[in-house]
């Protein structure tokens, strides 16, 4: 990133500090919300209990993501204001080694944080970035929130929905969408509805699938669907939660 602080790479704390330093720096800008410093919080103190570091079942849970967005008709990877703070360029990334588009889904949405998350992508390099047009509606959903493209999330068959609230994951999963959640509790609503829970820090989580993406670029839709059908999502939850709870 460009306005990247200075933080020496071997303090103990660095990825801590760095995430910290994207979200404020998010706020600043006016891309991420005030609330989403609230969630940064929440997020911090259950990465602290998982060791800050990838359990080996999130990495599972990351391979099972790539191949799933592999697979995919459409795909689309929603970007709301911390994501788009935390891992901007590690998107665009993702977004090229799947095919997936990028669209803006945004909890607290106004037309000025819409579009200057759009542009803050673009500068990150991404050409199309969906989620302004807003022609369609999840169903189910208060009006601002329920806000998408028609040929974006709307008719998308798999949704990644990082750092999401319950209500919007829920409605998502009900419009019988296979949805990729990355959040580090595992208790919250919306891993819990996700066919694929990744219970992770966005910011391990989203390169991480992209070197899955990667490795597994050439491999069969037979291989792709194996490992799809051997994930085991309430497996990837209960480890999360007892690596928690045996601390
Ligand atoms: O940008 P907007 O307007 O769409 O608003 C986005 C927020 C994040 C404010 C909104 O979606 C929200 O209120 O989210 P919640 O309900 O606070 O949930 C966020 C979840 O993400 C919590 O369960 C956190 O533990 C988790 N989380 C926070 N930071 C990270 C994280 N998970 C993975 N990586 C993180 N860095």
Redesign the pocket.
Known sequence: MTDEVEIPEDHPRYQSLL?RHRIEAGVEKGI??R??L???G???S??YLLGEETLPSADEAERAAAAQLLLAEHAVLSV???VAA?VPGEIVDLADSTGADIEV?????TDE?MQAIADHLHEHGAEDVKGLTADARIPGLEHERAKVDEDGIFTADVVLV?????DRAEALAEMGKTELV????PL?R?PRTAAVPII????R?VPNMTAHARALADVSREELETIVNEFDRQEALDDAESAIRDL
């Open positions: 995430t991420t919300s609330q989403g609230i969630a940064e929440r997020g911090e259950f990465d709301n204001g911390n935390l889904n945004l909890f607290n949405r944080r990082p750092l999401e609230d319950g990355i959040d580090l509790n919250s919306s992770d820090n966005i910011i989580a």
